[in-house]
């Protein structure tokens, strides 16, 4: 067996325990052990980002506080070299407030993908983007007949709701 492989083996798997054992499992002390140190981590996180490992476990806590019979699959994984990129299907009922979002009580999935760098065997840079529109319109939040009067009308509302809020300076 070449080391290659090997260490394509040991992705595949690293990436099968982050999604069982986090994601899933909710054991968050299970974060440091798969991910380096220095992390860094690029997604919609409005708060923090890029973020560290500190702000990767806040962003699973989250989705696990929204939604929690939360509950990820790999649906395809494809690693070259030390970099591996991951489709998931995410499922769970919005039973908690999510991103400002209180619960709806609606059942929901969405899909994403992301990318992870490894360094030393562990996870050292994340990227990840999923449907959120899908995600919000699911939830209610957003018309599914979605048009630019509606786009204006729902973002109007999140601001007044203060859910949606300017992420940078003027």
């Known amino acids: 067996m070449t080391a290659e492989k090997t260490t394509e083996q040991t992705i ?28 860094l981590g690029h997604w919609f996180d409005p708060e923090q980002d890029p973020t560290d490992l500190a702000g990767l476990e806040r962003f699973i806590k989250t989705a696990h506080e929204g939604f929690s019979d939360f509950e990820m699959t790999i649906e395809f994984m494809h690693v070259e070299e030390s970099t591996v990129t991951a489709g998931f299907t995410a499922t769970g009922t919005h039973d908690g407030e999510y991103m ?71």
């Open 12 to 39: 595949k798997e690293t990436e099968r325990r982050f999604v069982e054992e986090v994601w899933n499992g909710r054991q968050y002390d299970r974060i440091a052990e798969m991910h380096t140190e220095d992390f």
């Open 100 to 170: 400002g979002i209180p619960a709806t009580d609606e059942p929901g999935n969405t899909r994403g993908i992301w990318v992870h760098r490894y360094e030393d065997g562990k996870i050292a840079e994340a990227w990840a983007a999923w449907d959120a529109l899908g995600q919000l319109q699911q939830l209610g939040v957003i018309p599914e007949q979605f048009s630019l009067a509606s786009f204006l009308e729902t973002g109007a509302s999140l601001a007044t709701r203060g859910i949606l809020k300017r992420s940078h300076s003027d």
